[in-house]
């Protein structure tokens, strides 16, 4: 830098020699040197990498504040926290499930009662309930009589051995006690247990979770 002109020198070093290229940036015959217009230059070109700097620095603190919150957080409490947002949209999925399958279901019960065939009077799945109440005082028991009387073929009712909770209508449940308590802990050894009616004759059978069902 001279008081009247700006020159740039590259120097580059190969196998030994030294080459050194002199750029003149700005000539002495064109004037005095524009110091402001060469300040703002230099700013515009440190800026950007000043900038970026500060903004990654800002970013990975944030990052790291972020991550040592989640690490704060009992995993167990993770765990209930996905598994009761799970548990609750399996649930909505499956009352809208019975609420489609209802018609069908009703048009079923109006056959199978002409003919005195196989009729679906209560079903229920998840735990044992102690009584037909009980279905409606928790979410640890579905009402699921509508589910198997639309699935009634001739007076019969035919379901594999796969689990029931992946049947239309069913869903995996979080036990009473669990879901009262703010937990998601799912029941482990849900039943099937149906009221039926062939003929003039009541009955009543209950399924395990994984056992093929052959009615009558």
């Known amino acids: 830098v001279r008081a009247r002109g700006l020159s740039l020198r590259l120097t580059f070093a190969r196998c030994g020699l030294r ?7 700005w000539p002495e015959a064109a004037g005095p040197l524009p110091a402001s217009e060469l300040c703002l230059a230099m700013l515009l070109w440190a800026a950007p990498p000043l900038l970026i700097r500060v903004l990654r620095g800002g970013y990975l603190t944030l ?10 957080i009992p995993p167990k409490a993770k765990l209930q926290g996905d ?39 209560f079903a229920t799945y998840g735990e044992k309930p102690t009584d037909e109440d009980s279905v409606l005082r928790g979410s640890s028991v579905l009402d699921v009589t509508d589910c198997l009387q639309a699935r009634v073929r001739q007076s019969q009712l035919h379901i594999s051995d796969a689990p029931k909770a992946t049947l239309l209508g069913f869903c995996r449940l979080a036990s009473q006690g669990d879901a009262a308590s703010g937990l998601s802990e799912i029941v482990s ?13 009541e009955y009543s059978r209950t399924f395990g979770d994984r056992d093929p069902v052959i009615l009558p």
Do not use: D, T
């Open 83 to 121: 598994g009761a947002g799970a548990a609750g949209v399996e649930m909505a999925e499956a009352l809208e499930q019975r609420a489609l399958v209802s018609r069908e279901a009703a048009r079923r019960r109006a056959e199978e009662e002409a003919r005195n065939g196989l009729v679906i009077l």
């Open 19 to 25: 080459f050194v290229l002199p750029l003149e940036l």
């Open 189 to 201: 050894e849900a039943v099937l247990q149906i009221s039926y009616r062939f003929g003039a004759i």
């Open 63 to 72: 990052r790291e504040a972020m991550s040592s919150k989640q690490a704060s």
